[in-house]
């Protein structure tokens, strides 16, 4: 219903007690756990190494979003401003 509603492609859960952090579970099946892994990037979180979606695909996930938002936006400008300097 999220995603045929509301064209979502993730939902969003919110740690109350640190509200910097939060964890996106993806909806739909091209972004299944394989799918996402292939190129998933393992970072250091308080002595434990998690991966996370690299930061390519997550451009290429925000500009799927349906209609664009202002908050995507941003954040595709930044991923690439951090992209641009890392090469």
Same mark, same amino acid.
């Given at each position: ?16 007690? =640190? /509200?910097?952090?939060?964890?996106? !579970? ?14 998933? !990037?393992?970072?250091? +979180?308080?002595?434990?190494? +998690?991966?996370?979606?690299?930061? /390519? ?26 992209? =641009?300097?890392?090469?």
């Amino acid at each position: 219903e999220l995603v045929r509603e509301k064209h979502a492609l993730v939902f969003t859960f919110h740690d109350l007690a =640190a /509200p910097l952090w939060q964890v996106d !579970v993806f909806l739909t099946p091209e972004l299944s756990f394989e799918e996402l892994n292939r190129d998933a !990037v393992p970072v250091d +979180v308080h002595g434990q190494t +998690v991966r996370i979606v690299s930061i /390519p695909r997550l451009i290429a996930l925000k500009q799927r979003v349906q209609p664009p938002r202002d908050k995507d936006q941003l954040d595709i400008a930044q991923l690439r401003r951090i992209l =641009a300097a890392k090469r």
